[in-house]
């Protein structure tokens, strides 16, 4: 099981999402986005938290959003999640920690 990590409250996670948030209207077409929110632990002042920024990209078009953001959003860093069970959303993450050996404690015959 990975490691779970809860830090302190941290008053930048407010300004991480903003300059998020412009980079991701920079390289989208803006009459794509119809919003982006900061949402999930982080976005709560005051609350303990895994220092992950969640944002919520709302689209125009679902359907045109997987056309172009793949790729635009790579240009960020962002790795797209092909195998989502959900069609009615896209997920992205950025930042991933690097890949664990495959010796892992559960892994005993």
């Not at 195998?83 to 920690?97: A, C, E, I, N, T």
């Amino acid at each position: 099981m990975d490691e779970i990590i809860i830090t302190d409250y941290n008053p930048n996670w407010v300004l991480l999402f903003e300059q998020e948030a412009v980079s991701i209207r920079a390289v989208l077409d803006g009459d794509l986005i119809t919003r982006i929110e900061h949402f999930g632990s982080t976005a709560v002042p005051g609350l303990a938290a895994k220092p992950i920024i969640d944002l919520l990209v709302e689209v125009r078009s679902l359907a045109e959003a997987k056309q172009v953001a793949v790729s635009q959003l790579e240009y960020l860093g962002y790795a797209y999640w092909f195998d989502d069970p959900d069609p009615q959303r896209m997920f992205f993450v950025k930042g991933l920690p690097p890949k664990r050996s495959t010796h892992s404690s559960h892994s005993h015959g």
